[in-house]
């Protein structure tokens, strides 16, 4: 069978990335059984024969109507697939979708018939908030990484912010490569247009990553690799702050001065 990524290099490389991405959240062990989801934006590297292919099953309802996401076509994980699969068949395990003009449902087109993941309306409701504010971001990333997940279980930690600083705290790198922090989306049902809605409402505060309370991680950027990166600085200053209240102590974290020094060397927002 012929594949979509055949004599397509460019979009073979972006979902090549997303294969090697898949490949370290397994290893992570961030991604149990199908845990987590990737979709990316490939209709810069659609030509007019992929416009003409004709759908592989009906029409499925997005859950949402996405006006700036007429005319667009992603790579989507697919629903009950496995991030160990996936690394090493991204077309067996995921698929490519093409929106409808409705802005309200998608039919799959590519190579097989992988029906996207449940995650779909937040994936798809954030692409289309990314268009409509102009942003080059690509790709959004939903993970499981134990030690943020962990941390979602403490009250205190889901204030404004208190997460970001106590994070950003722990090396110094974490500010440098996460200037935007961390994100906090309140417990919601998987899968929900409720916790899509609540995720854009999140990332429109000026979030490139933010915490889905009690399941996971939510991460954009301009391709995969970016995205996999923020959220794996988090998730190691996270396992710092708790191999630190392992050994019996609270960490000092660094100072307010110390923090604003990597501000003004980094040139960073906040
Ligand atoms: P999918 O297998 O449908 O992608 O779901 C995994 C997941 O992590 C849901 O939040
Ligand atoms: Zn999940």
Known sequence: MKSILENRSNLAREVNKVAEVAGYLWQKGWAERNGG???????????????????????????????????????????????????????????????CDDCASYEIIADRHVMPTSELPSHLSVHNYLIGKGSTYKASVHTHPIELVAMTHCNDFLKKDVLTKLLWSMIPET????????GIVPYMLPSSVELANATIKAIDDDYDV????????????EDVIEAFDMVDTLNKSAQIYMDARCMGFVPDGMSDAQMQEISDVFHLPK
């Open 37 to 99: 989801n990737i979709t990316i934006n490939i209709t810069q590297y659609v030509d007019e024969a992929i416009r003409k292919l004709p759908a592989i099953c009906g029409v499925n309802p997005i859950g949402a109507t996405l006006p700036n996401l007429k005319g667009c076509y992603f790579y989507c994980k697919g629903t009950n697939r496995r991030m160990r699969d996936l690394a090493r068949a991204p077309m067996e395990n995921g698929s490519v979708i093409r929106i």
């Open 175 to 182: 500010k440098a490569f996460c200037p935007r922090g961390l």
């Open 210 to 221: 933010v915490m889905w309370e009690k399941h996971g991680v939510f991460a954009v950027g």
